[in-house]
């Protein structure tokens, strides 16, 4: 499923070639299979100030069956094994003099990272710190995972995880999504958790069980692949797409043993219909993707009304139209529903040439902001996943340079696979990622482009 | 009011699916009958999550059928999304095929004998059969059973060159001669069915149908193939001064106004129908559109009785209603097929004539007229095209639909004309 280019430069030939001009070695991805353990080899769990996590941190990786190492020592210590992951505790920072343990911490044991390991930093917010130190020592942690992130090679990531206080039972889940193959091309990232009533005893093999998941544009691109990921979890996929791709639509069904539901989400009464369908047939739905999108590229100046109106329609309008008509309709929503939003990196950095489309995915990201505490309530949360470069149909299409540059200027030199858009969205619409509310969690490999 | 036997219960129309309809050798040409009812099949079986289901039977068929098929709809189903463990049977009734399946299927889920079961049909006219010459047959019949090489070359020896010319299949009655669109013009004439009435209830097919497309009407009746999203036959720019336009194609002299415009053409295509016990649709949590509440086949005597070719609903829907203690005029809408716009006319015309509802019915008095705002509302065959034995699917899933819109209590007539002077009609409650 890698790219050619990936492909090419892990053969024999393109090793040796690759190697000898300098150019970008991506490597294959670990991505998650099922039943395959959380990571190939121990984690080593250290902490940089006074430290509130580290017990909570432990239990949940040696529940995931994980060996949890005690800190790797500058000169090389404990035992030879390669480290599938490295998580520092960050929290409990007083000001930036707490910061030297970090590195102390890190720096040998990054040094023995095996291929796609993970390195993860548990931190405070900075914006509720006590004091400017403080908040100085916790606003420092971003540059410095943004920078390992960079510095990492051979598929390995770097993210962040801000806990504010009181929100510590909300960790577990992202805390296996970071650590897992599902995260496979999240990179450079910080996600910050709520305080939530978080459900306990999930099916790890099934997460999604019993489920009732709605996927708009699900004929094909990331679309089917979330559709298929979510079913592979356990849900009952309703399968959304306009009429005209109805055949690839029930294609998609079929395979994944959903429902097809063919309905242009742009048309006047499609949000009646979707409720009116998801009532009848299902008793509500558990989660709600929105993920159907397009683009008419055209540079402002050049760009007319029709390009502007169908774009805003179908990217945005039509999301907050249907979000809205579920929560109106008693049973048309859970209680405890999961809302993913697709919107894209084009809306946090901006494109020549995509100004109706950027406006649209950057209006997603306000958009489940504002909605988040009104989820809150109910038990429910909204979240928004921005791909970067993903490799589908669409992308394709692009001139040859436009997709390889399009693909290499981010840190994992590679673009995404729908699958890897497919997991993070999979993951923030587990019931135990109650504490995930109002993020965008950007799926880019840590992208050049609005970094 | 009917004698219905307690035991029984009303099949219900949970819904339909079918691919758009084309016309003969155009975005079908390649499909054989068993790749569209398959495709057909697996797209009902994503609308209502049938995958790996072993639905209580699968009731389907062609009007031009191959040697081949023998087992077309269980070959479909085994192709299919179905469970493999799903039986199945072919019907064939003429243009009245995909009803009389239906009706089939209803009439088991009323004694209870299935659950659940899948009434379709399916026809091209692009792939269609050929036969040898009867002939030539009877020579590949000896070469097949000669022994000798020498007793090979015999039979090989008795092929002329006038043998080997296929029997093209024609839409012509066998007993007759007569093409359909032939027979359909005597009756025309009979009745004095005007041009112009004609092309307006074509005209008004194709906007009908073209403005239930745009308001999604179809959006959960019908499933893209091979790159059509909608029929191909559908115009629906179609106005009564276009049609005007157009030369007779059947019928002779002043008489002949039946034009290619308000005529079905030769159409390929598929239909499917998911039929229940209340009880299976509930416990599927899937919504329940229609009843069959019953259904009538009738028969004319067209080669010696005097009757029209296409006739015989008119015969069947009088038994029908009396046996429900209906009027014509207790619907709220009529599916009349359109074979041919002069056909819909002059039915209507018959249950509207003293003299015809007294001599050839029997009744007192006529039927009546029936009000014109309720008759295929959503288009039909004149729009759509007419692929045979898939026009029965598409009637019953649209009006099931249609009837759920209009809320419970509604109530609808089926009435399809076949070849062979036949007749199936049928009622659909909400
Ligand atoms: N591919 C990428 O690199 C990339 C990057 C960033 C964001 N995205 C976003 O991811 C989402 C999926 O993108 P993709 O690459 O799979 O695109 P795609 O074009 O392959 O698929 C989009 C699907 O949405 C459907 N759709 C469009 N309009 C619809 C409507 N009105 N009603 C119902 N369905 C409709 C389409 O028919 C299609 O099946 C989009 O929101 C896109 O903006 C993609």
């Known amino acids: 499923m890698a790219d050619w280019y990936t492909s090419f430069a892990n053969s024999g030939v393109g090793t040796t070639i690759t190697e000898q001009l300098g150019l970008p070695r991506p490597v294959e991805l670990r991505r998650y299979e099922p039943g395959e353990p959380l990571l190939p080899g121990p984690v080593v769990v250290g902490s940089a100030g006074a430290g509130r996590l580290r017990d909570a941190v432990t239990t949940v990786l040696r529940d995931a069956g994980v060996t949890v190492q005690s800190p790797v020592t500058a000169d090389g210590g404990t035992d030879g094994e390669k480290l599938g992951a490295v998580v520092l505790d960050a929290t409990g920072l007083t000001g930036p003099g707490d910061l030297a343990a970090a590195h102390d911490f890190l720096a040998p044991a990054i040094k023995r990272l095996r291929a796609s390991g993970r390195v993860l930093v548990l931190a405070d917010p900075p914006s509720d710190a006590g004091s400017p130190a403080q908040a100085a020592a916790r606003q420092a942690v971003d540059g410095l995972v943004r920078s390992i992130a960079k510095e990492l090679r051979a598929g390995s990531t770097a993210n962040a995880i801000h806990v504010p206080e009181g929100a510590e039972g909300s960790l577990a889940s992202p805390l296996r999504f970071f650590l897992s193959g599902r995260s496979a091309y999240v990179d450079g990232q910080l996600l910050t958790l709520s305080a939530a009533d978080v459900p306990t005893g999930e099916d790890d093999a099934k997460p999604l069980a019993g489920k009732v998941a709605v996927v708009t544009g699900a004929a094909r691109g990331i679309g089917a692949a979330i559709a298929e990921v979510m079913a592979r979890d356990g849900a009952h996929v309703v399968a959304v797409d306009i009429p005209a791709a109805g055949d690839k639509l029930a294609r998609v069904a079929n395979e994944i043993g959903g429902t097809a539901l063919q309905l242009d989400i742009t048309a006047e009464d499609a949000p009646q219909r979707l409720v009116e369908h998801l009532t009848e047939r299902h008793g509500g739905a558990d989660v709600v993707v929105h993920n159907a999108g397009i683009t008419r590229d055209k540079l402002l100046v050049n760009m007319d009304a029709a390009r502007w109106n169908t774009v805003m329609a179908v990217n945005l309008q039509a999301q907050l139209d249907i979000t809205q008509a579920l929560l109106d309709t008693d049973g048309a929503l859970k209680p405890d529903a999961r809302v993913v939003c697709v919107s894209s990196q084009s809306g946090i950095a901006g494109n020549r040439g995509q100004t109706n489309y950027a406006a649209s995915k950057a209006g997603v990201i306000g958009m489940v902001r504002a909605w988040a505490p009104h989820f809150a309530e109910r038990g429910a949360t909204i979240n928004a996943v921005a791909p970067g470069f993903i490799i589908t149909e669409m992308t394709a299409k692009m001139p040859f340079g436009t997709r390889e540059i399009g693909s290499r200027i981010n840190s994992l030199q590679q673009g995404g696979l729908p699958v890897d858009v497919a997991e993070t969205i999979a993951w923030l619409s587990q019931p135990g990622s109650a504490g995930v509310n109002g993020q965008t969690v950007r799926v880019c490999g840590q992208s050049l482009l609005g970094a | ?430």
């Open chain 2, 1 to 430: 009011m009917a004698t219905q036997n307690p035991a029984t219960r009303k099949a219900a129309i949970v819904g339909g699916n079918r691919i758009p309809f084309a016309r003969s050798n155009s975005a079908y040409a390649q499909a054989s009958n068993q790749d569209m009812l398959t495709a057909t099949l697996d797209g009902l079986v994503a609308r209502f999550g049938l995958q790996g289901e072993s639905v209580g039977e699968v009731v389907a068929g062609a009007v031009l059928k191959h040697a081949r098929d023998y087992n077309l709809t269980r070959e479909a189903v085994l192709g299919s999304k179905l469970a493999p463990t799903t039986p199945a049977y072919d019907v064939q009734q003429a243009c009245g095929t995909g009803l009389e399946a239906a009706v089939l299927v209803a009439n088991k889920i009323a004694l209870g004998q299935i659950e659940a079961g899948i009434a379709g049909g399916v026809d091209t006219t692009s792939d269609a059969p050929l036969a040898v010459s009867d002939d030539l047959r009877r020579v590949l019949i000896s070469l097949n059973s000669a022994k000798t090489m020498g007793d090979r070359l015999k039979a090989l020896a008795r092929i002329r060159p006038g043998q080997l010319v296929p029997d093209m299949p024609r839409n012509a009655e066998p007993r007759t001669g007569l093409a359909m669109g032939d027979h359909a013009a005597i009756t025309a004439e009979e009745w004095q069915i005007g041009r112009e009435e004609q092309d307006e209830l074509a005209a008004r097919s194709h906007q009908n149908m073209a403005a239930a497309y745009d308001r999604g009407f179809f959006d959960d009746l019908v499933t893209p193939f091979l790159g059509l999203t909608r029929d191909n036959n559908l115009r629906p720019d179609s106005s009564v001064e276009k049609l005007a336009k157009l030369k007779p194609v059947f019928g002779t002299g002043d008489g002949a106004t039946m034009t290619a415009g308000n005529s079905t053409p030769l159409t390929d295509g598929a239909s499917a129908v998911l039929l229940a016990s209340d009880e299976w649709a509930a416990a599927k949590g899937l919504p329940v559109l229609a009843h069959l509440v019953d259904a009538q086949t009738a028969a004319v005597d067209y080669v010696h009785g005097g009757e029209g070719l296409l006739m015989a609903p008119v015969y069947a829907v009088p038994v029908l209603l009396a046996r429900n203690g209906l009027s014509l005029q207790d619907f709220d809408f009529y599916e009349i097929h359109e074979a041919f716009a002069s056909t819909v006319l002059a039915t209507m015309k018959a249950w509207d004539d003293p003299a015809f509802c007294k001599e050839k019915l029997g009744l007192d008095a006529p039927l009546g007229a029936i009000d014109r705002a309720k008759l295929n509302v959503h288009g039909s065959s004149l729009a759509a095209g007419h692929p045979f034995a898939a026009t029965g699917g598409r009637i019953v899933a649209s009006l099931a639909k249609t009837l759920h819109e209009a809320g419970p209590g509604k109530r609808g007539l089926i009435s399809i004309c076949a070849a062979g002077g036949q007749g199936v009609v049928a009622i659909l409650e909400s």
